[in-house]
């Protein structure tokens, strides 16, 4: 099944997070399906951004350090967050709606956390959103001892998934996701 967008969201696809002994699981896969999605969108004349995180003093992503530099070349618009929301307090919104975008497709990291605020708000603001499964994930959720055993990444993303509801177009893998310039 192809899913269609306008636009690529590219969240949070940073050093610290998809890259050595910090990386999340399956990091080099995310990597593959993540430069194919921004490949893609580049061709076929789609809007790209990338959210790039601005991690607190002394955290893996905190601005300036390695850890928070973007993985892999940009030559498109980044907006900078320091929330999960890539749309709290950015010019996000403003940046594609000039551009006439109605639809996005969103990947990167975390899942549950990013991925999900960023989605979300999109949804809300009333743009179509794809999420290609393949092109998002996160971290193993630690046991909690009298509550809950350990929750694996791919579970965890599988239900980040599931939590936007039956609005968001979920496509198993992002070679699933073609892209066209936006109808201004």
Request: charged residues 20%.
């Amino acid at each position: 099944m192809m899913a269609a967008a306008e636009a690529l969201v590219v969240v949070d696809v940073q050093v610290a997070f998809v890259s050595g002994d910090g990386a999340v699981p399956g990091a080099g896969a995310l990597t593959q399906a993540v430069a194919g999605l921004v490949a893609r969108a580049r061709a076929g004349g789609a809007v790209v951004v990338h959210l790039q995180n601005d991690g607190p003093a002394g955290a893996e992503d905190e601005p300036g350090t390695p850890g928070w530099e973007l993985y892999l070349p940009v030559h498109e618009v980044v907006v900078r967050k320091t929330g999960d929301d890539g749309f709290d307090g950015t010019g996000l919104e403003g940046l594609l709606r000039r551009r006439g975008v109605r639809r996005l497709a969103i990947c990167g990291v975390m899942s549950e956390m990013c991925v999900s605020a960023t989605a979300r708000t999109a949804l809300r603001l009333g743009f179509g959103v794809v999420l290609p499964h393949d092109a998002h994930a996160t971290y193993d959720i630690p046991a909690a001892p009298g509550i809950s055993d350990g929750v694996p990444a791919a579970m965890v993303s599988r239900v980040a998934e599931w939590a936007l509801g039956d609005e968001v177009d979920i496509v198993a893998h992002a070679a699933g996701v073609s892209f066209a310039p936006p109808g201004l």
